[in-house]
């Protein structure tokens, strides 16, 4: 059974920033591509950002490109989220999910078309001064 473990959310003043973390157990992990999301009551789903099985690939949304880091070591079945000058707006619960999907270097659809079968329980990011 895929299990995903998110990590090191918590509140940090407008500009600062914060290391999210997804442990995975129970797969293989190098065959995955791996996402994040996050979302806001009353609000669907957004895709923040994903990085292909090959990690040779990440995709952004425009609202947080230049700003988030998405990378993945293989060895410790871990993905880290780099969050750089929050802002108010990126407020949210923040979900690691993760898809089989080998060799591949690319997971734009799969971010798009939310086509991850496995999620995390999720991690508060709370910014504000």
């Known amino acids: 059974q895929v299990q995903l473990v998110e990590s090191g959310g918590g509140l940090v003043q407008p500009g600062g920033s914060l290391r999210l973390s997804c442990a995975a157990s129970?797969?293989?992990?190098?065959?995955?591509?791996m996402a994040w999301y996050r979302q806001t009551p009353g609000q669907e789903l957004e895709g923040v950002s994903c990085i292909s099985s090959t990690g040779k690939s990440t995709k952004s949304a425009d609202s947080v490109k230049g700003r988030f880091t998405l990378s993945r070591d293989n060895a410790k079945m871990t993905v880290y989220l780099d969050m750089n000058s929050l802002k108010p707006e990126d407020t949210a619960v923040y979900y690691c999910?993760?898809?089989?999907?080998?060799?591949?270097?690319?997971?734009?659809?799969?971010?798009?078309?939310?086509?991850?079968?496995?999620w995390g329980q999720g991690t508060q990011v709370s910014v504000s001064s």
């Open positions: 999910a993760a898809a089989e999907n080998p060799f591949s270097d690319s997971c734009t659809v799969l971010l798009r078309e939310r086509r991850y079968p496995w």
């Open positions: 129970g797969t293989i992990f190098s065959i995955n591509a």
